[in-house]
């Protein structure tokens, strides 16, 4: 039988878009790629979103809709200013942090968003760094281990200061004595005492006995209800009167 050009035509439509419509029934066809991660296999979390499938396509709404994180909260988080946050690009973070010396992007996001809602995740070899602001809400809202808390005090950054050292690197001879007795996030009571402050001033200064030496100022002000901005100037004083 001779098919004429009219029958054929209609032949063809119904296999091609009748087999679209067949697939997207079927779940086969999709017009857009779905940004979900890839879940546990097996174990405590099985069948909950693994943090370490993020892409940096996925934008802060991607994350939320997989995981107990809101797109504010990673805005916050990430000193992300948007009107709406949930449309932001996790990718886009790079270029926020380029000048600040320090990888922060899609990894940073990952560790944020595991250590948020307690889901596993290995940093074992792993150099990732997060801004104040991100482990500021780590450590005021979720019960990190001390492994975690240890992690985060060797990887924050104080974005401001980091970027102003990479601005001025190039016109500037590096100044080890300043640098190094700078309080930052994750300066001890101990290293103060060592770089010359009395115990006696350090009390005077927060009000209270010396906590355990091995305790960042920045954790023992969040565990007291205290502003670490106000206290940092005081005791920055005291180092500044011993080591100039």
Same mark, same amino acid.
């Given at each position: 039988?001779?098919?004429?050009?009219?029958?054929?035509?209609?032949?063809?439509?119904?296999?091609?878009?009748?087999?679209?419509?067949?697939?997207?029934?079927?779940?086969?066809?999709?017009?857009?790629?779905?940004?979900?991660?890839?879940?546990?296999?097996?174990?405590?979390?099985?069948?909950?979103?693994?943090?370490?499938?993020?892409?940096?396509?996925?934008?802060?709404?991607?994350?939320?809709?997989?995981?107990?994180?809101?797109?504010?909260?990673? /805005?916050?988080?990430?000193?992300? +200013? &948007?009107?709406?946050?949930? @449309?932001?690009?996790?990718?886009? =973070? !790079?270029?926020?942090?380029?000048?600040?010396?320090?990888?922060?992007?899609?990894?940073?996001?990952?560790?944020?968003?595991?250590?948020?809602?307690?889901?596993?995740?290995?940093?074992?070899?792993?150099?990732?760094?997060?801004?104040?602001? /991100?482990?500021?809400?780590?450590? +005021? &809202?979720?019960?990190?281990? @001390?492994?975690?808390?240890?992690? =985060? !005090?060797?990887?924050?950054?104080?974005?401001?200061?980091?970027?102003?050292?990479?601005?001025?690197?190039?016109?500037?001879?590096?100044?080890?004595?300043?640098?190094?007795?700078?309080?930052?996030?994750?300066?001890?009571?101990?290293?103060?005492?060592?770089?010359?402050?009395?115990?006696?001033?350090?009390?005077?200064?927060?009000?209270?006995?010396?906590?355990?030496?091995?305790?960042?100022?920045?954790?023992?002000?969040?565990?007291?209800?205290?502003?670490?901005?106000?206290?940092?100037?005081?005791?920055?004083?005291?180092?500044?009167?011993?080591?100039?």
């Amino acid at each position: 039988m001779t098919l004429t050009s009219k029958p054929l035509s209609i032949i063809i439509f119904v296999f091609i878009f009748g087999g679209v419509a067949f697939s997207s029934v079927m779940g086969w066809w999709a017009t857009e790629s779905r940004k979900v991660p890839v879940t546990f296999s097996d174990g405590e979390f099985a069948g909950q979103a693994n943090p370490v499938d993020i892409r940096g396509s996925y934008t802060f709404g991607d994350i939320a809709n997989s995981f107990d994180v809101t797109p504010e909260i990673l /805005a916050q988080a990430f000193g992300v +200013a &948007n009107d709406d946050p949930a @449309a932001f690009a996790v990718k886009e =973070l !790079e270029a926020i942090y380029l000048d600040s010396g320090y990888d922060i992007g899609t990894n940073s996001v990952r560790l944020f968003v595991a250590y948020s809602t307690n889901l596993p995740f290995d940093t074992t070899g792993q150099e990732i760094y997060m801004p104040q602001s /991100a482990t500021d809400l780590l450590l +005021a &809202n979720n019960n990190l281990s @001390a492994e975690q808390i240890a992690y =985060l !005090e060797k990887h924050t950054v104080n974005v401001d200061s980091a970027t102003a050292e990479a601005t001025s690197a190039s016109t500037e001879l590096p100044s080890t004595t300043s640098e190094e007795y700078v309080i930052k996030g994750k300066t001890t009571f101990g290293e103060l005492i060592t770089w010359g402050v009395k115990q006696t001033i350090i009390e005077q200064l927060i009000g209270a006995p010396m906590p355990d030496p091995a305790m960042t100022v920045k954790n023992y002000a969040l565990a007291n209800g205290l502003d670490f901005e106000n206290i940092k100037p005081a005791l920055q004083a005291e180092v500044d009167k011993i080591r100039p």
